[in-house]
């Protein structure tokens, strides 16, 4: 019976033979054999090697080893590009100052110019005198325009017993529906007020003195038309109005009979007051109001 010869196989193969001149290292048992290269080989194996020896590859049991990873390239034409636009700015923009620097000095232009000039002539003092706006007919302190509190008069409640500047809003107390009288005395040209009030007997006195813009002036007259007013004085514009039936104030029970006088001269409106628990007399509104327009005048 004829036997083939078996081909030894790798772990009963013995161990190659080292190479001439290699010096002699220790065998290692069959077990102890790594399945893959040492990371370190001594320098004295690697200078006795032959230069034409190849080296092993040895095969793992886990498959073929992935090869390592290329690093990337450089765009090296981006980067030229982006040298050269920031050398061409900086050289364009060196260029440019050498050029400008170079270049003299623009003169600017004188900084007085001519004066207008204006033919001569003589003044005409009429002329001037209508061409300038018109002076108020009343200004200064009106405080001093006002009446004062006669003599054995009190003082009412806590209103100025003596004349006194106001506001609007203190105006628009006065008034029944304050809201609607303060808006309407801002968009008609309001600009300042003055008032005294004084108590003698059963009757209650309030004179106001309040003044419009220039502008505005007309606002002050619309208070005095559209009414139905007795003449206290045959020279003033406006007159006065006696109350027969009783009014109450506000948010009281309390009864009382109002007569008022108004009249108007140039940017400033005259009211006079009066309130009593019974009707007033005419001659006594009339009184108050002829004496405070012939302050005016």
């Keep these: 019976m004829t036997t083939d010869p078996v081909a030894p196989s790798p772990v009963d193969a013995p161990p190659p033979t080292p190479p001439a001149g290699a010096p002699d290292l220790p ?10 290269i040492p990371e370190a080989i001594p320098e004295a194996a690697l200078e006795a090697a032959p230069e034409a020896t190849p080296p092993v590859a040895v095969r793992s049991e886990e498959g073929p080893a992935e090869p390592p990873a290329r690093a990337p390239r450089r765009t090296r034409p ?9 050398l061409g700015t900086v050289a364009g923009g060196g260029a440019g100052y050498a050029v400008q620097a170079n270049r003299p000095p623009t003169p600017l232009p004188p900084v007085q110019v001519a004066l207008p000039a204006y ?5 005409d003092p009429a002329v001037a ?26 003082a009412w409640g806590d209103y100025p017993d003596i004349p006194s500047w106001i506001t609007a809003g203190e105006l628009a107390e006065h008034a029944g529906k304050t809201a609607d009288f303060f808006k309407r005395l801002n968009n008609r040209g309001f600009r300042r007020a003055v008032e005294v009030d004084w108590k003698q007997g059963d009757l209650k006195v309030r004179v106001s003195l309040i003044q419009f813009t220039a502008d505005r002036a007309p606002e002050a007259t619309s208070q ?18 006696v109350d027969s039936r009783a009014s109450y104030w506000a948010e009281t029970t309390e009864a009382f009979y109002g007569a008022d006088a108004v009249a108007q001269r140039g940017t400033v409106l005259m009211e006079v007051k009066v309130f009593g628990t019974r009707p007033v007399s005419p001659e006594v509104v009339k009184d108050l109001a002829k004496r405070q327009w012939e302050r005016l005048v």
């Design 27 to 36: 065998s290692a048992p069959p077990e102890a054999i790594p399945e893959a």
């Design 78 to 86: 981006v980067l030229l590009l982006v040298s050269g636009l920031v």
């Design 119 to 123: 033919p001569a002539g003589a003044l």
């Design 129 to 154: 005198a209508a061409a300038a706006p018109t002076p108020l007919a009343i200004d200064g302190d009106l405080r001093k325009l006002l009446l004062t509190a006669p003599s054995g008069s009190t």
């Design 224 to 241: 005095v038309r559209g009414r139905t007013l007795e003449p206290f004085a045959p020279e003033a514009n406006g007159g006065y109005e």
